[in-house]
């Protein structure tokens, strides 16, 4: 029962004006009915064929049933979701097996409900509804040349009639009044969210700038671990490194995130070489590092250079510093000065020293900028 | 009083005709039901972008109700016991909770996720159908321009949301974003302290990136999905040259019902296998990571897969910095060029491809009919050149990784990656262009000479020929078509139909199917033993 028809006559698809049809008339079929509908559209039905022969054959049978059992195991699944949402055990226990699998049940049962509802819709209309092909004409090119010059004049006559060209005062007037608006519009939003960096001098400083006391001296700032106790040189074994934070309320959090240090407690040979190049300098730096160095201690900034990630990773046997985010290198025994990888400056290096009672200080802050580069950096 | 009697027989037409007297919808629902659209597998990758968006849009939701966008401390008191009485914000703490006190909260973090990494896959996917098909052409280049903004407002999208849980691996993201943004001359400072309000990190980024991410960014996206639909719908779908396919029609099925329910049935399985994807692959799981502290960073922390390349291209770059002897001397730092100036190249030069394309060939006409990669080798070779740049990029991303798990020196990937940007785009361009033009010949070789048969004939003078089905009438070549060539017997209806049935058949089907467009081939009267004489 294959319905092949050839449009209007086979050529200009629905160009032609469709046919009228009489949709009362019981002699023509409903799919007549919609053809007509159709061409109306510029859409011709060329082809049309049912998957199935003959009607309630044995394959159409099987394939309704197969969608119908699609569907049922769509609401199996889906039961399924729901009673294991309920009834199985969610809540954190730490060891607890079960309640691992909560989640990867959630998902495969849900996954494969909707699965199942999209093989059985697919189904549906790829298996049992007939197989067609349509043409449509497309209208390319936009509306014909009469309609593009009416619109053309009707603009072009509206243009006219506000007269800005015979009555220049009152462009120049609107644009001078209008050019404010857009200001105001954007003041707010502008004016709200700058906010200038250089105010107390945030880039150039870190939570390791002396304390000001409030008699007018100033007091030095320990090293200290995480939970803020300070640190004693012997308290770093040599090839040991440790991260330490500025003893100051608030140190080791985020509000100072310029500030993470690595302490390095280098071997006696290691040290002797890192102290004659910070006398030399880097050569590309004018800081004079000289006695930066508390013995064979060395401390650099933790924030590499290039993208500020912590350059944590300490590998003792070539007293390489690498940062995992972009592998830049920086070589511990010469400033800290980068060997490989996108960094292009040195590591930071902090002043230290002990106090009386035998804690590590800063002696100042650092001298070079900490953190990824910027434009104004001098 | 009288009932009034229902008459169920008319209603619906009673019911359409009092819709239609007070809403005129009948004209345009025709219209829209009428609507033809070409058929092909790999015009359904953009309905993936599509259906994960919406995906995305629910589970977002869901997000919100639980999620608190905030860097104010406090101290973690929930069921997850490792990381009970941990300082961090209350922006990490609230995702430790949707994970582990949200009943079935894991799932749809990990689904929202999961369709994240989809949505981007199939925008990409999708692109490169658009491109190597020539899609793009004249009268679509406007829906290009919106697809590749889709991109990177997707990727925006992406992050802001990668950023919100501030965890150590998402803090680490912003950390080096905001020296992306620092980076940049003149105004980095400003730019970074203002989206910052101060120095990093500040302590309100996370609400600030918390309404980019659920509504800024989402109502740029869906009123560009709109648009980008409603051209599509607008100019009609291209479709592939084929039989009666004209550039003047759409061949193809009407909306209503096969192609509607087909869709309908595809938004369920891609909803479906993000599903299958959330339960059974853990995502960021941000309880393992803790929360974000400046010191803290793990090893082979990669970002998302569409951030790779810009990873890539980062550790790559080599550390050439610019210095300005002006004044206190100004600065270039190198992660300028990979992060800024190299997205804004890669932003703009497919904006303006259609265009740069079209004023070479000068090509002013309107292409409806898409064309076969290989038919345009300079095209298809410029695609896989960008394609091998993306990828060289994205695996450099990971090539701490790589070189971990090979055994290789993480210098010596570097290297690698370096050169390797420079010297497999051309190749690939060469080796595609060589492929495409191989492709082209052989499509000719079969319309002029035949379809192989696998049979060899011996002539009686000894020598052997392998003999060839024909393809046209008196042994003409055929004119190339822009299409498929059939290439093997079983294309012209040399294999037997599939039989439908375990044991016998269920149905045996009248005659041998005919694909549209191709006479039937008989089968040969008779087959004839080949003799060998010695």
């Not at chain 1, 040349?145 to 609107?174: F, H, I, N, S, W």
């Not at chain 1, 690595?262 to 190049?277: E, M, Q």
């Not at chain 2, 961090?88 to 994970?99: F, R």
């Not at chain 2, 909803?271 to 010191?295: D, H, K, R, S, T």
Request: charged residues 20%; neutral net charge.
């Amino acid at each position: 029962m294959t319905v092949q028809t050839t449009g209007s006559n086979g050529n200009g698809h629905g160009s032609s004006v469709p046919e009228e049809i009489d949709y009362d008339d019981p002699r023509t079929t409903r799919f007549e009915k919609v053809k007509a509908a159709a061409r109306q559209d510029g859409v011709d039905i060329v082809h049309y064929e049912p998957q199935f022969p003959e009607r309630g054959s044995r394959l159409e049978k099987r394939m309704s049933r197969s969608v119908a059992f699609m569907f049922l195991l769509v609401g199996l699944f889906g039961t399924a979701f729901v009673v294991l949402y309920i009834v199985w055990p969610w809540r954190y226990e730490q060891g607890d097996v079960m309640m691992k699998y909560y989640t990867p049940l959630l998902g495969a049962t849900l996954g494969l409900a909707l699965l199942f509802l999209a093989f059985a819709i697919l189904t549906w209309g790829k298996k049992l509804l007939p197989k067609e092909v349509s043409i449509q004409d497309r209208h390319d090119g936009g509306a014909p040349e009469g309609d593009r010059r009416a619109v053309g004049q009707t603009l072009a006559y509206m243009v006219e009639e506000l007269g800005v060209k015979r009555r220049p005062l009152l462009g120049l007037a609107a644009a001078a009044g209008l050019a404010p608006v857009a200001v105001v519009v954007a003041a707010p939003l502008v004016g709200g969210l700058i906010k200038n960096p250089h105010a107390d001098n945030q880039m150039f400083t870190t939570g390791w700038s002396p304390i000001k006391e409030p008699n007018g001296g100033t007091r030095l700032v320990r090293l200290t671990r995480d939970d803020g106790t300070p640190i004693r040189p012997a308290d770093v074994s040599a090839g040991g490194q440790m991260t330490v934070f500025p003893g100051i309320p608030e140190g080791a959090t985020n509000a100072h995130a310029d500030s993470p240090t690595l302490l390095i407690h280098l071997r006696p040979d290691d040290a002797a070489v890192a102290r004659a190049n910070n006398v030399k300098g880097t050569g590309h730096d004018k800081f004079d590092r000289s006695d930066f160095m508390y013995g064979d201690y060395i401390a650099y900034s933790k924030i590499c250079t290039h993208a500020g990630c912590p350059a944590s990773l300490y590998e003792q046997q070539t007293n390489r510093l690498l940062c995992p985010c972009h592998q830049s290198q920086f070589l511990i025994t010469d400033n800290a000065k980068p060997v490989f990888g996108p960094a292009s400056r040195s590591l930071p290096q902090l002043p230290l020293d002990v106090d009386e009672e035998g804690y590590f200080v800063a002696r100042s802050d650092y001298q070079a900028t900490v953190g990824p580069d910027f434009w104004e950096r001098p | 009083m009288k009932r009034r009697k229902i008459d169920l027989k008319t209603l619906p037409a009673k019911a359409g005709n009092e819709v239609e007297d007070r809403l005129g919808v009948a004209t345009p629902l025709r219209s829209i039901i009428n609507k033809v659209f070409p058929d092909h597998w790999s015009f359904l990758l953009g309905e993936i972008a599509l259906f994960s968006f919406i995906v995305l849009l629910l589970t977002g939701t869901f997000l919100t109700l639980f999620f608190e966008p905030s860097l104010k401390e406090v101290t973690y008191d929930g069921s997850y016991t490792p990381l009970r009485g941990v300082h961090m914000s209350a922006a990490y703490a609230s995702s430790l909770d949707l994970s582990f006190d949200v009943r079935g909260g894991l799932v749809m973090r990990q689904m929202h996720h999961w369709s994240a990494l989809v949505f981007m896959a199939a925008i990409i996917v999708h692109m490169l159908r658009i491109f190597f098909t020539g899609a793009y052409r004249k009268p679509r280049e406007v829906n290009w321009i919106i697809g590749s903004l889709l991109f990177w407002i997707g990727f925006l999208a992406g992050f802001t949301g990668y950023s919100l849980p501030d965890d150590a691996l998402s803090g680490t993201g912003l950390r080096i974003a905001s020296a992306i943004m620092l980076s940049i001359p003149l105004i980095g400072t400003w730019l970074t302290s203002s989206i910052f309000n101060g120095e990093f990190p500040g302590d309100i980024i996370i609400s600030r990136f918390f309404i980019a991410h659920v509504l800024l960014i989402p109502a740029l996206l869906v009123a560009l999905i709109s648009v980008h639909l409603a051209l599509v719908f607008k100019q009609k779908h291209t479709q592939w040259p084929g039989p009666g396919r004209t550039n003047t029609n759409v061949v193809g099925e009407r909306f209503f019902p096969r192609y509607t329910i087909k869709q309908a049935g595809f938004f369920m399985a891609v909803a479906g296998v993000i599903a299958v994807l959330a339960g059974a692959l853990q995502i960021n799981p941000i309880w393992l990571f803790g929360p974000y502290e400046a010191g803290v960073v793990s090893a082979a922390s990669q970002p998302d897969w569409y951030v790779m390349f810009l990873d890539g291209s980062t550790r790559l770059m080599p550390a050439w910095q610019i210095n300005i002897g002006i004044g206190n001397g100004y600065v270039i730092p190198p992660i300028f060029w990979p992060t800024v100036v190299l997205p804004g190249i890669l932003t703009t030069l497919p904006l303006l491809y259609p265009f740069i394309e079209a004023r070479l060939n000068k090509d002013n006409k309107i292409h409806n009919l898409l064309q076969r990669p290989r038919d345009v080798p300079q095209r298809t070779a410029l695609g896989a050149m960008a394609v091998s740049f993306f990828l060289v990029l994205t695996l450099s991303g990971g090539n701490d990784v790589i070189a971990d798990k090979f055994n290789i020196s993480l210098n010596a990937m570097t290297w690698a990656g370096r050169i390797g940007l420079l010297i497999v785009p051309p190749i690939a361009y060469w080796v595609t262009y060589r492929i495409c033009l191989g492709l082209q010949q052989h499509d000719r070789e079969v319309l002029a000479h035949g379809v192989e048969t696998g049979i060899i004939r011996r002539s009686p003078d000894g020598r052997f020929y392998e003999v060839h089905q024909p393809l046209g009438h008196d042994h003409e070549a055929l004119p190339y078509a822009g299409w498929v060539v059939p290439k093997k017997m079983n294309r012209l209806g040399a294999l037997g139909p599939a039989l439908k049935g375990f044991f016998r058949p269920l149905e045996r089907p009248a005659e041998a199917p005919v694909s549209p467009g191709h006479p039937p081939v008989e089968a040969a009267p008779e087959r004839r033993e080949i003799e060998s004489k010695h």
